[in-house]
């Protein structure tokens, strides 16, 4: 089993920042992608950005210039800087990961945070 801790979210203002982290532990060997997701209450839950194994980003247009995805291998974190935050960015926000197991993979999600953009 994998655990995925979030933490960093809150409530800022628009154009404040905010750093999400989010830490796995559990029986890990190795960790495929990690990435974050957002929901708002109504909507399905969207990639937000992700980050491999090697250090190739994947982010949503809507935040590509303002979030930077970051990952530390050794740590197994991953953490999301978002900058220049609009109250469209307000959502509840999850930690994925994907670790091989058996020549599968498995997803494992976070409990979310919630992040807060008023205007």
């Known amino acids: 089993q994998v655990q995925l801790v979030e933490s960093g979210g809150g409530s800022v203002q628009a154009g404040g920042s905010l750093r999400l982290s989010c830490v796995a532990s559990?029986?890990?060997?190795?960790?495929?992608?990690m990435g974050w997701y957002r929901q708002t209450p109504g909507k399905q839950r969207e990639l937000v950005a992700a980050?491999?194994?090697?250090?190739?980003?994947n982010y949503a247009d809507s935040v590509k210039g303002r979030f930077t995805i970051s990952r530390d291998n050794a740590r197994n974190t991953v953490s999301l800087q978002m900058n220049s935050l609009k109250p469209e960015d307000t959502a509840v926000y999850y930690c994925n990961v994907e670790v091989p197991r058996g020549g599968y993979k498995l997803a494992y999600w976070g409990k979310g945070t919630l992040v807060t953009v008023s205007s």
């Open positions: 980050i491999t194994s090697r250090g190739s980003t």
């Open positions: 559990g029986s890990i060997v190795s960790i495929n992608t």
